[in-house]
């Protein structure tokens, strides 16, 4: 897990929004061209993190890759689910299962940024670049159900706008 000031992480992104800003990724720039391999993404993607990458931890699968969704049972259910989940040290949102409220796409954006390269490589410093990096599409749909199947009937599409979306909250 990386901690980022989120102000920081907030104003980066809005000075992106406003000035149509490319986003810097010099330090994942300098990581390629070491020739290390990204052994981070094959862990999130295709086998699971591996007993020892996070503290209390693993969901590894075998080496043998595959697109499954892997559980650990074992981790306490977070009364208050963080929509980066792992990213942010939320061991029970993804990549370990799916939750509703989990941000998938987001959480693979930053992954493929570099946000997940400490877990391999400790010194790895991520550039404030993953930490901004979103698809800006918040949950529209009103509360969830406390009941299956738990998401609630979707807006029409053409009768809501979107709205800016709170990170650091829970389902955002």
């Keep these: 897990m990386v901690e980022v000031d989120?102000?920081?992480?907030?104003?980066?992104?809005?000075?992106?929004?406003?000035?149509?800003?490319?986003l810097p990724f010099g330090n994942?720039?300098?990581?390629?061209?070491?020739?290390?391999?990204?052994?981070?993404i094959v862990d999130?993607?295709?086998?699971g993190l591996q007993p020892g990458k996070v503290a209390n931890f693993q969901n590894y699968t075998g080496p043998v890759f595959a697109d499954l969704m892997r559980l650990n049972m074992a981790v306490p259910v977070n009364p208050w689910p963080l929509a980066y989940g792992v990213i942010v040290g939320d061991l029970q949102g993804f990549p370990n299962g799916r939750r509703p409220a989990d941000d998938v796409v987001d959480i693979e954006l930053?992954?493929?940024?570099?946000?997940?390269?400490?877990?391999?490589?400790?010194?790895?410093?991520?550039d404030l670049a993953a930490e901004v990096l979103a698809d800006f599409v918040a949950q529209e749909n009103g509360p969830y159900l406390p009941h299956f199947p738990y998401i609630g009937t979707p807006n029409s599409g053409f009768s809501t706008m979107p709205r800016p979306r709170d990170t650091g909250g829970a389902g955002a």
């Design 6 to 22: 989120r102000n920081s992480a907030r104003r980066a992104a809005l000075e992106v929004e406003l000035r149509g800003i490319t």
């Design 28 to 40: 994942l720039a300098n990581f390629n061209k070491t020739g290390r391999p990204r052994t981070d």
């Design 110 to 126: 930053k992954a493929l940024a570099g946000a997940t390269i400490p877990l391999e490589y400790p010194g790895y410093v991520p």
């Design 44 to 47: 999130i993607l295709l086998t």
